[in-house]
């Protein structure tokens, strides 16, 4: 398949439209649906719809695609091992790949020391375990977690996202013992990024010491950058001071890697920036390679302090997405996605700064690797969120034929999360797609 744009009928076009009218009248209206176009097929970067258009991925299913879709590596690899066989349960008769998904994690994960991992299906049940896990080595109850954070949808995770809306509008009551601490967020501090980091830590230790007590905090948890709260990269320093805070009080630091991880940022891990060594790791996302698989490692000694018995699940590394993981992570090992990650970076971070000279509409320009947004506001020094702009703008890429994602806590952030073996034309198509949006946008 072409690497290419290519749009044959006006979006979405007429079958897309009439499997929209089928979604309607069978799926939940509580799930939500972007960019209405049905999906047939995809290569690569792009994805080809059910008329036959052509829309190059800025999102890789909420980062997943790294690899690219139908990666042929990862499709030799489930094919293989779909017709070896899809199940047993690894708690009822073991399998080779389970283990060798969690040597590799145990091998690619910041730190030396020594490592155990376990598998799951999804990042919420990851974040999940890694509480758990946490509070069985320490025998506290209290998970600290920040302001903007998002580390998913069931009950537990519910209570460590910040967002009420829509993740936990009409849900709780939620779970207890979550406290919630200031992010050092650079762009909305309000003294300014300079000091953003210190003020920011001052905050965070004094809340728990008042509020928590030292004693009784089990886990600290936070996204080396943010992602649903809006790409948010904390201040320069700031992980490495809670990460040191949580060694000298005996606290789990918990790094959420599930959105950061596996090359995205431009090293495999979005804590190795900061020189942060977490505790525990949780994973997901492009870990699988489009398939579901999670994981959470950690030193080993947290890792093996619940009971036996105590972590599994019947699916979780199920045998088909640990075939899927390790021919995934073998092609960013091979094909140097770290590397590519930042050089796809360094194009779009050019053409953004490019239009953030155009546009004063664009308040910020951040990310790291190919984990870039821009954030909007009301041009008036206010920073004001401009949310309907991003809706506007996101709205304007999908009718070209360019799949955008918006985020952040007031939902005015467009972030870019392409495959990571995107084509250097696909990416300037996509950012010139982009100029035009936002020029119609802003009319
Ligand atoms: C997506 C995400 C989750 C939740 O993962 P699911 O697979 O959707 O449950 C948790 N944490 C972070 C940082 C995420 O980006």
């Known amino acids: 398949m072409k690497q290419e744009r290519r749009l044959v009928t006006e979006l979405p076009g007429p079958a897309s ?34 008329d036959g258009n052509q829309h190059i991925d800025f999102g890789a299913g909420i980062a997943v695609a790294s690899v690219g879709h139908a990666a042929p590596a990862v499709v030799a690899a489930v094919a293989e091992q779909a017709a070896r066989f899809e199940h047993t349960c690894f708690m009822v008769t073991p399998y080779d790949g389970y283990v060798e998904v969690c040597e590799q994690l145990n091998r690619l994960t910041p730190g030396d020391h020594a490592k155990r991992t376990a598998l799951f299906n999804s990042g919420a049940e990851a974040v999940e375990n890694a509480v758990k896990v946490a509070r069985a080595y320490t025998g506290r109850k209290a998970v600290v977690a920040f302001d903007h954070a998002y580390h998913g949808r069931t009950n537990m995770t519910m209570a460590l996202t910040a967002k009420v809306q829509p993740y936990k509008d009409g849900f709780g009551p939620f779970a207890p013992e979550v406290y919630r601490v200031p992010m050092a967020y650079p762009y909305r501090w309000p003294t300014g990024p300079e000091r953003c980091a210190e003020e920011a830590f001052a905050e965070f ?11 009784h905090v089990a886990a600290v948890i936070v996204e080396p950058i943010q992602g649903e709260g809006g790409f948010i990269v904390p201040a320069p320093g700031f992980l490495k001071m809670v990460a040191d805070w949580c060694t000298e009080h005996g606290v789990v630091f ?15 891990f979005a804590s190795s920036h900061e020189g942060v060594v977490p505790d525990v790791v949780t994973t997901a996302k492009a870990l699988g390679g489009g398939m579901p698989l999670a994981a959470v490692t950690g030193r080993a000694e947290i890792m093996d302090a619940p009971v036996v018995g105590g972590l599994g699940g ?29 050089r796809v970076g360094e194009q779009v971070t050019a053409r953004l700064a490019t239009l953030a000279q155009v546009y004063p509409q664009i308040g910020e320009v951040r990310g790291r690797g190919a984990m870039l947004a821009m954030e909007l506001v009301v041009p008036d020094g206010s920073k ?23 985020c952040g806590t007031y939902g005015n952030v467009i972030r870019m999360l392409p495959p990571l073996v995107i084509e250097a034309s696909l990416v300037e198509d996509a950012m010139d797609v982009l100029g035009e949006a936002l020029a119609e946008a802003l009319g």
């Not at 918990?254 to 495999?268: L, M, N």
């Not at 004001?384 to 918006?406: E, H, Q, T, W, Y």
């Open 17 to 50: 439209r009439a499997l929209a009218a089928r979604r309607k009248a069978a799926v939940s209206g509580a799930v939500s649906v972007g960019n209405e176009v049905y999906i047939e097929r995809g290569e690569g970067a792009i994805l080809v719809d059910a």
């Open 205 to 215: 230790a004094s809340r728990v010491h008042v509020q928590v007590g030292e004693q």
């Open 254 to 268: 918990i790094a959420d890697e599930v959105q950061t991880g596996f090359c995205r940022t431009g090293d495999w």
């Open 314 to 342: 019947t699916y979780g590394g199920n045998p088909v997405s640990c075939a899927a993981a390790l021919a995934a992570i073998s092609t960013m090992e091979s094909e140097d996605l770290a590397g590519r990650a930042l």
């Open 384 to 406: 004001r969120p401009d949310a309907a702009l991003a809706k506007a703008v996101v709205a304007g890429c999908a009718r070209r034929g360019v799949v955008m994602l918006s």
